[in-house]
């Protein structure tokens, strides 16, 4: 547990949230479907890693757990989806179904399950000191991210079939769309979800003193080249396949 950790995922929100209100502005002036799932994408991440934030200033208790564990998975579904929006309006609406559907069950699969708190113990302030006085005597204890050990076992695999086919759908899009126009803010968005991807997967191996580093670089990226993307001529042909606007 580290302050200076809880302070870069306030960060991370904060910078999520910007780029939340950026893509609501532009989905409120233009109405257009892949605005509206980026939107609902960041304001999910955002909500994901402040809720890290707080559980390295402590540990995990239930509800906030659960908002994470639901949080983590759908942002990523949410802005794969928008990604895939931007190709092809028909291939679109058809994951739309899957992504909706998944997230709604996904949704009731988090809040209905029931956890195992015990993992709670691996983020709480105890484990920095290599301990947990919970029982008669101090019992070691590793001390690391819990990602879904409080989940059962079929609740994360619904987790990992909306994350792994949203990421590579937000991956995906970026670098074919930087092939088909050479525009670079496709570059960024894919480097950006490529290490948010990063920071994930090394923390389900058990390795997570990356993920909010990576979480905040990630982000920064994607934001950076969201930005690059709505400076651009709305006029320019070639940036068709991956406007952000």
Not at 45 to 70: H, K, M, N, Q
Not at 155 to 164: D, M, S
Not at 198 to 223: E, F, K
């Amino acid at each position: 547990m580290s302050g200076t950790s809880a302070a870069v995922a306030f960060a991370a929100a904060l910078v999520a949230g910007g780029f939340a209100a950026s893509v609501l502005a532009q989905w409120w002036r233009r109405r257009r479907p892949h605005q509206l799932a980026w939107t609902l994408g960041l304001g999910l991440f955002a909500c994901a890693i402040a809720a890290e934030g707080f559980a390295e200033l402590g540990t995990w208790s239930d509800l906030p757990y659960r908002v994470f564990y639901f949080a983590a998975a759908a942002n990523v579904a949410f802005l794969g989806l928008g990604s895939v929006y931007l190709l092809s309006s028909r291939v679109g609406r058809a994951w739309e179904v899957y992504v909706v559907g998944g997230a709604l069950l996904f949704l009731f699969l988090v809040a209905s399950a029931s956890l195992n708190s015990g993992a709670f113990a691996y983020s709480s302030p105890a484990c920095a000191l290599g301990t947990t006085v919970s029982g008669p005597q101090a019992v070691p204890i590793e001390c690391r991210s819990i990602g879904g050990l409080a989940m059962p076992s079929y609740v994360r695999v619904v987790f990992l079939l909306l994350n792994i086919p949203g990421a590579l759908a937000l991956i995906g899009v970026a670098v074919y769309s930087f092939w088909r126009s050479r525009l670079t803010f496709n570059l960024l968005i894919a480097a950006g979800g490529g290490v948010l991807s990063l920071g994930g997967a090394m923390a389900r191996l058990g390795n997570p003193s990356l993920i909010v580093a990576t979480s905040l670089a990630g982000i920064a990226l994607m934001y950076l080249g969201f930005l690059k993307a709505s400076g651009l001529p709305k006029t320019a042909p070639a940036a068709e396949p991956a406007k952000a606007g």
